[in-house]
């Protein structure tokens, strides 16, 4: 298994950006209504279809070749190509996954983006979409990962102890106490450690001891007492951190924007759906500014892109469908608004074709004198275009001739 192919199938199973990309390219293709000849399995084709476009997205390049049961495709996780002479692209296996179909035949290369290779034509690492975007889909995961984890934090209390301040050097020793506790039989001499690490070996003393103090108090629960003060109940929690002589505070947890994380998560997903040819004004996002969000140009732009990309792989589709010469073609289709705006230009038969495929229905179920009604109330108002011909048709007299010329001449001067 090539483990570059395989670091970006795993990145795609992971990065939904990069999955709804796909999945409307996908969906784009098959709008296009595939025509298959009755001997033809049609789902075998759509799988085909959606393979040929994960992998052109993944890897830049499709391994495939035809079979009695419809086309099959080899995976780039276990294929790579390696270049022999200028422009050739031979497929190789990796691994041992597939390793019995090395020297078979029939193997077809059709290729998006050619690959990266090495001065010997070994084979480096794709040149595709998914490549191209991995730094921002991994940021996105990471990012993704942290938010969770922070909220995970949040979602449960978190405390830090300290050594409470209560204890320190008191008038009469030399061992940190709490302070306050001998006030009766203290005296009024001042015996303090001049080192401070003595008076951090003192504290820690101190601490040790509470900590035996604490553990033999937990020992002796209701059976005796300690320091004179009974106990009458056995104990019902578990000590797991030295309370005595400590102050317990809640940790507060960083916070982070939420305006920065939300346009960092969305730029990430933007350029990640850039990189695959489907824009997020496909969906349906408007990603500009507010001032800039009327500009129907700039939408119209991303669209086109789109259009453009989808476009390409349908041809690309087309000479595999006729190279594997099963009889597989798409069927003419255009767009509701495309028809809505040239519908009256085209022949009645042509348009009622069209809207078949646009609203996936039988061409017998249109009236073609309805059709060519509602052409008519579509074509714009051209005048009387009788007497309008008829006078273009008429031959220009001499007289005519020379003033046209001489209109001609004073807009030139």
Same mark, same amino acid.
């Given at each position: *298994? &090539?483990?570059?192919? $395989? !670091?970006?199938?795993?990145?795609?199973?992971?990065?939904?950006? #990069?999955?709804? +990309?796909?999945?409307?390219?996908?969906?784009?293709?098959?709008?296009?209504?595939?025509?298959?000849?009755?001997?033809?399995?049609?789902?075998?084709?759509?799988?085909?279809?959606?393979?040929?476009?994960?992998?052109?997205?993944?890897?830049?390049?499709?391994?495939?070749?035809?079979?009695?049961?419809?086309?099959?495709?080899?995976?780039?996780?276990?294929?790579?190509?390696?270049?022999?002479?200028?422009?050739?692209?031979?497929?190789?296996?990796?691994?041992?996954?597939?390793?019995?179909?090395?020297?078979?035949?029939?193997?077809?290369?059709?290729?998006?983006?050619?690959?990266?290779?090495?001065?010997?034509?070994?084979?480096?690492?794709?040149?595709?979409?998914?490549? *191209? &975007?991995?730094?921002? $889909? !991994?940021?996105?995961?990471?990012?993704?990962?942290?938010?969770? #984890?922070?909220? +995970?934090?949040?979602?449960?209390?978190?405390?830090?102890?300290?050594?409470?301040?209560?204890?320190?050097?008191?008038?009469?020793?030399?061992?940190?106490?709490?302070?306050?506790?001998?006030?009766?039989?203290?005296?009024?001499?001042?015996?303090?450690?001049?080192?401070?690490?003595?008076?951090?070996?003192?504290?820690?003393?101190?601490?040790?001891?509470?900590?035996?103090?604490?553990?033999?108090?937990?020992?002796?629960?209701?059976?005796?007492?300690?320091?004179?003060?009974?106990?009458?109940?056995?104990?019902?929690?578990?000590?797991?951190?030295?309370?005595?002589?400590?102050?317990?505070?809640?940790?507060?947890?960083?916070?982070?924007?939420?305006?920065?994380?939300?346009?960092?998560?969305?730029?990430? !997903?933007?350029?990640?759906?850039?990189?695959?040819?489907?824009?997020?004004?496909?969906?349906?996002?408007?990603?500009?500014?507010?001032?800039?969000?009327?500009?129907?140009?700039?939408?119209?732009?991303?669209?086109?892109?789109?259009?453009?990309?989808?476009?390409?792989?349908?041809?690309?589709?087309?000479?595999?469908?006729?190279?594997?010469?099963?009889?597989?073609?798409?069927?003419?289709?255009?767009?509701?608004?495309?028809?809505?705006?040239?519908?009256?230009?085209?022949?009645?038969?042509?348009?009622?074709?069209?809207?078949?495929?646009?609203?996936?229905?039988?061409?017998?179920?249109?009236?073609?004198?309805?059709?060519?009604?509602?052409?008519?109330?579509?074509?714009?108002?051209?005048?009387?275009?009788?007497?309008?011909?008829?006078?273009?048709?008429?031959?220009?007299?001499?007289? !005519?001739?020379?003033?046209?010329?001489?209109?001609?001449?004073?807009?030139?001067?």
């Amino acid at each position: *298994m &090539s483990g570059i192919n $395989a !670091a970006l199938w795993q990145m795609f199973l992971q990065s939904p950006p #990069q999955q709804s +990309a796909v999945l409307c390219i996908i969906a784009e293709i098959e709008r296009t209504e595939l025509s298959v000849p009755s001997k033809v399995d049609k789902q075998a084709y759509e799988r085909f279809i959606a393979e040929f476009i994960t992998e052109l997205s993944l890897y830049g390049y499709c391994v495939y070749r035809g079979t009695a049961k419809g086309p099959v495709i080899l995976s780039g996780r276990h294929v790579v190509l390696e270049r022999r002479g200028p422009v050739q692209h031979v497929p190789k296996i990796v691994g041992d996954a597939f390793k019995s179909l090395r020297g078979s035949r029939g193997w077809r290369v059709s290729m998006l983006h050619a690959p990266e290779t090495e001065s010997n034509g070994k084979f480096a690492h794709p040149l595709s979409a998914a490549f *191209m &975007s991995h730094p921002q $889909a !991994a940021e996105l995961l990471q990012l993704n990962r942290q938010l969770m #984890q922070k909220d +995970a934090l949040n979602s449960r209390p978190a405390v830090f102890t300290r050594i409470s301040k209560q204890i320190g050097a008191n008038a009469g020793t030399s061992v940190p106490w709490f302070q306050g506790a001998h006030s009766a039989m203290q005296v009024d001499v001042l015996d303090q450690p001049t080192d401070i690490n003595e008076l951090i070996d003192n504290r820690a003393d101190a601490i040790r001891a509470l900590d035996r103090i604490t553990h033999t108090a937990r020992a002796v629960g209701a059976t005796s007492s300690v320091g004179g003060m009974p106990s009458s109940r056995a104990p019902d929690h578990t000590e797991h951190i030295v309370s005595d002589g400590r102050d317990i505070d809640e940790l507060r947890h960083m916070q982070q924007d939420a305006e920065v994380i939300h346009y960092t998560v969305e730029r990430l !997903a933007h350029e990640i759906q850039f990189a695959f040819g489907c824009p997020p004004q496909v969906l349906g996002k408007n990603i500009n500014s507010e001032r800039m969000s009327s500009s129907n140009r700039l939408t119209e732009m991303a669209i086109n892109h789109f259009r453009t990309h989808t476009r390409k792989l349908r041809e690309m589709l087309s000479g595999v469908f006729a190279e594997l010469d099963d009889g597989v073609t798409f069927g003419d289709c255009a767009s509701l608004h495309t028809l809505e705006q040239i519908g009256h230009l085209l022949r009645t038969k042509e348009l009622i074709a069209l809207y078949a495929c646009a609203f996936e229905l039988d061409t017998t179920k249109f009236d073609p004198a309805l059709v060519r009604r509602w052409q008519n109330t579509l074509a714009p108002d051209q005048g009387n275009t009788s007497a309008t011909s008829a006078a273009r048709a008429q031959p220009r007299s001499e007289e !005519a001739k020379d003033n046209l010329k001489r209109k001609r001449q004073d807009v030139n001067t």
